[in-house]
């Protein structure tokens, strides 16, 4: 057991949006964590209960937390407690973050920019701080200076501890490919949280390096059609022309070839990513994993319904997913068939 006495007068009330955070932490420890204020003994996992502690002034409040994992949940409460425990971050904060860099960037590119685009989870409203990531593709006249490149990953780089924790995926791509568009698409540099060592130990290098061709892309513009939002720049008709359906093909297998592999790995987003290319096979619409899930509850076999539903549980919860390992398996199996017949 560990119990210490703080001194909250500076940091309380806590308003609703900084329990419910405090809760959800609180919760995710096995350790009982107890607060002990004016003769009474609040459960800290408890919305009501810590409401009802109100502005503490100056009367003593003590911690307590007792378990298996006390010295962790010990840490994290008291730390939190005493900055005031920050709201958790959302959609509106990485928008925010994205004007700043749409500023940094028209610095950067002032004549060679064409525009910035949101696509992914923050522009479907499925954003989840704690999960997703920031995902945009820059748009630009001509090709990209080395020194350039360096200031546009620079840039993210030095917003990424303001940045949720899986950061952002970044394309710079030329304008001349956003029309006929081929397949895969030249990309002009290509920065996430996969290549922040790269970077970090040769930047001039790394910078130098990236470049080629990425079938992702292709996935990306499909997406930008159905859920994209501009950041800077003329609107997406006007820049991207839409996707041909063999094209788009190409991306979605690329992108599922892998999902048998690692299935067990990352359950929920496997399954989801699956639901949402089966969607696009049968009807041409791009969807995002949760659109994609919730399609499939209704048009997918019967007998795949359980594995689904626990994935779309497992997205929005945030909590682990529970399943049956076989019933995934027999899932992946028929959506890969289906994607693979796919003409």
Not at 101 to 116: S, V
Not at 147 to 157: C, D, N, P, Q, S
Not at 162 to 185: H, L, T, W
Not at 262 to 283: F, K, S
Request: aromatic content about 8%; some cysteine.
């Amino acid at each position: 057991m560990i119990k210490q006495v703080l001194d909250l007068s500076g940091v309380t009330p806590l308003n609703r949006a900084q329990i419910e955070h405090l809760v959800h932490i609180a919760g995710q420890f096995n350790a009982r964590i107890l607060f002990e204020h004016r003769s009474r003994t609040i459960n800290g996992k408890s919305m009501l209960g810590i409401l009802s502690m109100g502005v503490t002034g100056h009367d003593p409040v003590t911690l307590l937390v007792d378990g298996d994992d006390e010295k962790e949940a010990f840490h994290e409460m008291k730390t939190m407690l005493e900055n005031g425990v920050a709201p958790p971050k959302d959609a509106s904060d990485a928008e925010r973050l994205m004007q700043i860099i749409k500023e940094r960037y028209l610095h950067i590119l002032p004549d060679n920019l064409t525009g910035i685009y949101l696509h992914g989870s923050l522009a479907a409203n499925c954003f989840q701080w704690e999960r997703s990531d920031i995902d945009f593709l820059v748009v630009v006249r001509r090709e990209v200076p080395v020194e350039k490149k360096i200031a546009l990953v620079e840039t993210l780089y030095a917003l990424s501890p303001d940045a949720p924790p899986e950061g952002f995926e970044m394309s710079v791509i030329q304008e001349k490919y956003c029309r006929n568009i081929p397949y895969p698409i030249p990309f002009e540099l290509h920065y996430s949280p996969r290549y922040k060592r790269d970077y970090e130990r040769d930047a001039r290098g790394f910078c130098s390096r990236m470049h080629g061709e990425d079938p992702d892309l292709t996935a990306h513009i499909l997406n930008l059609h159905a859920h994209g939002e501009v950041i800077h720049g003329p609107s997406i008709p006007r820049v991207f022309d839409q996707v041909k359906r063999e094209n788009a093909l190409c991306a979605i297998r690329f992108d599922v070839n892998d999902s048998a592999e690692h299935l067990h790995e990352n359950p929920v987003y496997y399954v989801l990513n699956l639901c949402r290319a089966v969607a696009y096979c049968r009807g041409n619409k791009a969807m995002s994993k949760k659109e994609g899930g919730e399609w499939a509850l209704t048009h997918m076999s019967t007998e795949h319904q359980r594995v689904i539903q626990a994935a779309l549980n497992a997205y929005e919860t945030g909590l682990g997913m529970f399943y049956d390992e076989g019933q995934a398996e027999s899932f992946c199996y028929d959506a890969l068939e289906e994607i693979s017949q796919s003409k």
